[in-house]
T-cell receptor, first 113, second 115 residues
């Protein structure tokens, strides 16, 4: 049962452009929504996270937009750089279920110079 | 660097053999998680520990899998009678166990190949 759906599967943008990755979830009990960045051969690293009581969170070039009624959230990467080329995973967690993270399928981002 | 470490980084084994992986969490992190990641997919939860107690196991964790965290420090994940379908990256993560903003920090993973 896929509880977090992520799109697109892959994304190519030009340097300086905006990268947008979308996720949708089913379980309304989820209460924490992190985004992870993963480079080849490395474990996922936390990029930015949001709780459902806010609609947007910005950290540097990275912004999460959250729509609780639609059960959707998205990652926006402004001024995308070649160093941002990586796989991005959205995730969701329900604290009362032991803090396990449920991940999306991932988006492979390529930023061309 | 005092991040999460995992050993070995790579393991190649023949079908039917037993393998054991080790995870050393960030010191003072009382929660430890194991995930499995197959190529092109997101990590899937396997199990987690609060200190030395194993509190939750996914149905993905068959009887051939066992995890321990003696003394609430490092953890081991053992797979008995490996099958080709066990080939994956096994990721360990740790966290402080804080309410509301508990960040999980991942290790580099152990890549298992079952021939």
């Amino acid at each position: 049962q896929q509880q977090v759906k992520q799109s697109p599967q892959s994304l190519i943008v030009q340097k300086g452009g905006i990268s947008i990755i979308n996720c949708a979830y089913e379980n309304t009990a989820f209460d924490y929504f992190p985004w992870y960045q993963q480079f080849p051969g490395k474990g996922p690293a936390l990029l930015i996270a949001i709780r459902p009581d806010v609609s947007e969170k910005k950290e540097g070039r990275f912004t999460i937009s959250f729509n609780k009624s639609a059960k959707q959230f998205s990652l926006h990467i402004m001024d995308s750089q070649p160093g941002d080329s990586a796989t991005y995973f959205c995730a969701a967690r329900q604290e009362t279920s032991g803090s396990r993270l449920t991940f999306g399928e991932g988006t492979q981002l390529t930023v061309n110079p | 660097d005092t991040g999460v470490s995992q050993n070995p980084r790579h393991k190649i084994t023949k079908r039917g053999q037993n393998v054991t992986f080790r995870c050393d969490p960030i010191s003072e992190h009382n929660r430890l998680y194991w995930y499995r990641q197959t190529l092109g997919q997101g990590p899937e939860f396997l199990t987690y520990f609060q200190n030395e107690a194993q509190l939750e196991k996914s149905r993905l964790l068959s009887d051939r899998f066992s995890a321990e965290r003696p003394k609430g420090s490092f953890s081991t994940l053992e797979i008995q009678r490996t099958e080709q379908g066990d080939s994956a990256m096994y990721l360990c993560a740790s966290s402080r166990g804080q309410i509301n903003t508990d960040t999980q920090y991942f290790g580099p993973g152990t890549r298992l190949t079952v021939l």
